[in-house]
Nanobody
Framework: QVQLVESGGGLVQAGGSLRLTCAVS????????MGWFRQAPGKQRELVAT???????RYADSVKGRFTISRDNAKNTVYLQMNSLKPEDTDVYYC?????????WGQGTQVTVSS
């Protein structure tokens, strides 16, 4: 069994920063890509950033230059540093990990950016 627990969401003013953390526990051997997605009510979940097991990263165009994804393989943890936040970044953010070729999701953490 694999569990993902996100933390670090909250309320911040536009221009501020937040750091999201996702800890993966359980049978975590062979963890491949990890990533962050976000979803607003009534909309599809969209990719924010992903990082491979060897550190290759990919970002949505809307967050390039503002968000940074990183991971600590020893701790089975992935991070999302979010800077220069905008009101349109307001969403529920979900962590995803591919473990032994299966996708697992966290419960989500709310990020709210006020103008």
């Amino acid at each position: 069994q694999v569990q993902l627990v996100e933390s670090g969401g909250g309320l911040v003013q536009a221009g501020g920063s937040l750091r999201l953390t996702c800890a993966v526990s359980g049978r975590t051997s062979n963890t491949n890509d990890m990533g962050w997605f976000r979803q607003a009510p009534g909309k599809q979940r969209e990719l924010v950033a992903t990082i491979s097991s060897n550190g290759a990263t990919r970002y949505a165009d809307s967050v390039k230059g503002r968000f940074t994804i990183s991971r600590d393989n020893a701790k089975n943890t992935v991070y999302l540093q979010m800077n220069s936040l905008k009101p349109e970044d307001t969403d529920v953010y979900y962590c995803k990990a591919n473990v032994r070729w299966r996708d697992f999701w966290g419960q989500g953490t709310q990020v709210t950016v006020s103008s």
